[in-house]
């Protein structure tokens, strides 16, 4: 029995960010495990079974991943990013501590991969140079009151934010309180990155001071940074810069 499970990031979107890492994974697996439009980006090929499941069972893909790999199937369970990062990597672990003391015998790896916030940062210059933290504007998992504060408290302590998840057909309303939160404390100036689809066909970067930023201007496919008080722009005949400097 030579299972294993690689927990692995395929990255943004473009295939040139795959690291060489998961598609060695990919290229031994024999079965890969994940939401569907993940599992669209994998090749199908001989002996390689594709398990598309809908993004709302991750604990019940985690299972299944485990006991696949307890079967002797080596399998590559995939995110989008990095799967370390509001994805696949902790519920699979969340999976092992709560299944069969024999899984814990298993070969896991977690593969890493280039998650959004840096995508999207490189994209735009170098917007996280300084301090910032990174947080999920999704209130699925936790109550939308702890979001707040953590907001509130991240703009106290001057970190530039990076926000997953940012808003959602079923959650339309949850960034234009962030807004309103950050409007609060920042100053109006302050530059806010929409960058969406990085890296993808669709790609779409926008740089606007606060004041100006609109809730429509995000969707699930976007990534949202919000600079921290040092974060500042060059114009350039290329488009803008946004930066953060290495020192206070
Ligand atoms: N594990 C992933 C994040 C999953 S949460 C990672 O490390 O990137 C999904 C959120 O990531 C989306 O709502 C969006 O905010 C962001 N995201 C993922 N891919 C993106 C891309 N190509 N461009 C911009 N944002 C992206």
Redesign the pocket.
């Known amino acids: 029995m030579n299972g294993w499970v690689a927990v692995a990031?395929l990255g943004?979107?473009d295939e040139a960010l795959v690291t060489p890492e998961v598609r060695g994974a990919l290229d031994q697996a024999t079965d890969v495990v994940g939401y569907i439009p993940y599992v669209a980006r994998i090749a199908p090929r001989d002996g390689l079974v594709l398990h598309a499941s809908d993004n709302r069972v991750e604990l019940e893909r985690a299972a299944h991943a485990l006991d696949l790999a307890a079967q002797g199937r080596r399998v590559v369970v995939v995110?989008?990013?990095?799967?370390g990062?509001?994805?696949m990597a902790s519920a699979l672990f969340e999976a092992l501590e709560a299944g069969p003391q024999a899984w814990r015998a298993l070969d896991i790896r977690v593969l890493p991969?280039i998650?959004?916030?840096l995508?999207?940062a490189a994209r735009a210059g170098a917007p996280l140079g300084h301090d910032f933290c990174a947080i999920n504007l999704s209130d699925n998992l936790k109550p939308w009151a702890l979001i707040e504060k953590r907001l509130r408290l991240a703009a106290e302590a001057d970190f530039a934010m990076a926000f997953?998840?940012?808003r959602s057909k079923s959650r339309p309303d949850g960034f234009a309180r962030a807004l309103d939160v950050l409007r609060a404390a920042c100053a109006d100036a302050r530059p806010v990155l929409f960058?969406?689809?990085?890296?993808?066909p669709q790609e779409d970067l926008h740089i606007v001071p606060l004041t100006e930023a609109l809730p429509d201007m995000a969707d699930?496919?976007?990534?949202v940074i919000v600079g921290s008080s040092l974060t500042r722009v060059i114009d350039t005949p290329r488009g803008p810069i946004l930066f953060t400097p290495r020192s206070v």
Request: no cysteine.
């Open positions: 990031g943004p979107g995110s989008s990013g990095d799967p990062v509001f994805a991969g998650t959004a916030m995508a999207a997953y998840n940012p960058a969406r689809a990085v890296s993808t699930m496919r976007t990534m």
